[in-house]
């Protein structure tokens, strides 16, 4: 009597293989949108944290400094403009801070959905800056706009100020993904100086 030998045929085999495939099809779109969220979401808190790096900055030396966007060997960034020249800095013995953007992610000035949830949420007090104006921080910590919005003098100390109102701001940053819709991500900084980081789940602001 001949011995049977356990296993899989061939076209048992396929039909598995096959089977693994179309769940993996189906799972990729949501597991690369849920990596891309806290890559997004990674971005933006990067971005709160070189913000509130600039204000204890401006603090500490009596000053105001200006947070800034740049590109820097073909990718972006954002820095802190230690000498207020609009150029970034790696010189000793202070490098001006600094932090990477994803390549997927880009700093917009318009485009982003529902502004309006969100700035009922973070700013119902104050009307945010244009996104055009670049976040400064003064002497005591507020946010606020220097002179026209332009480079300032290094030993610039109470130039930066409120324009007699409450200066408050917000800046969106948007995600190219290869699967859905673009990605979503703000960060306020409201006048008292509280800086906090938002995404968009496809119909609010969280």
Not at 69 to 86: E, P
Request: glycine fraction near 10%; include cysteine.
């Amino acid at each position: 009597m001949k011995n049977r030998h356990g296993g899989f045929s061939l076209i048992e085999l396929l039909v598995v293989i096959a089977i693994i495939m179309v769940v993996a099809a189906i799972a990729t779109p949501g597991i690369m949108n849920t990596m891309n969220g806290i890559r997004l979401r990674s971005a933006a808190s990067e971005v709160a944290g070189i913000m509130q790096q600039c204000r204890q900055l401006a603090v500490r030396a009596n000053r105001y400094y200006t947070v800034r966007t740049a590109a820097i060997q073909g990718g972006r960034v954002a820095y802190v403009d230690l000498n207020n020249n609009g150029v970034w800095e790696n010189a000793a013995p202070a490098p001006e801070p600094i932090i990477q953007l994803p390549q997927s992610v880009t700093v917009v000035a318009a485009g982003a959905p529902n502004t309006g949830n969100l700035t009922g949420q973070c700013c119902a007090t104050f009307v945010p800056q244009n996104a055009a104006v670049l976040p400064s921080f003064n002497s005591r910590g507020l946010p606020c706009v220097g002179p026209g919005n332009a480079t300032p003098p290094v030993n610039a100390i109470s130039v930066c100020n409120t324009n007699a109102g409450a200066v408050g701001f917000v800046y969106y940053m948007s995600q190219t993904r290869a699967f859905g819709a673009v990605g979503w991500a703000a960060v306020s900084v409201t006048p008292a100086g509280r800086i906090r980081v938002w995404t968009y789940s496809g119909t609010t602001w969280q």
